[in-house]
């Protein structure tokens, strides 16, 4: 069992920045890692993934404005998001990939959670 941990969201202008930081309770080396997103009525979507290894995938919508990273000797996860948008407004969510052999991109396919933490994007 992992726990996850989000912190980082906030209410930003458009145009602006935040980072989001995801703490596990426990190694992560095996796992790959992943950002997800929640708008208000909408399905969770895929936003970003990392894995084990460092190799690294984007939904088309943030690639360019967002950039994930990890660090397993501290067992973090972090997604830098600049050039915000009113579309990026979501409860942003921390996951973890057991089946770290592909870069997965359903939301189905992840076995931990963290609780998500609020972006709010002003126009």
């Known amino acids: 069992q992992v726990q996850l941990v989000e912190s980082g969201g906030g209410l930003v202008q458009a145009g602006g920045s935040l980072r989001l930081s995801c703490a596990a309770s426990?190694?992560?080396?095996?796992?790959?890692m992943g950002w997800f997103r929640q708008a208000p009525g909408k399905e969770r979507e895929f936003v970003a993934v990392?894995?084990?290894?460092?190799?690294?995938y984007y939904t088309d919508s943030v690639k360019g404005r967002f950039t994930i990273s990890r660090d397993n000797d501290l067992n973090m996860v972090w997604m830098q998001m600049n050039s915000l948008r009113p579309e990026d407004t979501a409860v942003y969510y921390c996951?973890?990939?057991?089946?770290?052999?592909?870069?997965?991109?359903?939301?189905?396919?992840?076995?931990?959670w963290g609780q998500g933490t609020q972006v709010t994007v002003s126009s």
């Open positions: 426990r190694r992560i080396s095996g796992y790959n």
């Open positions: 990392i894995s084990w290894s460092g190799r690294i």
């Open positions: 996951a973890a990939d057991q089946h770290n052999m592909v870069l997965r991109t359903s939301s189905n396919d992840y076995e931990y």
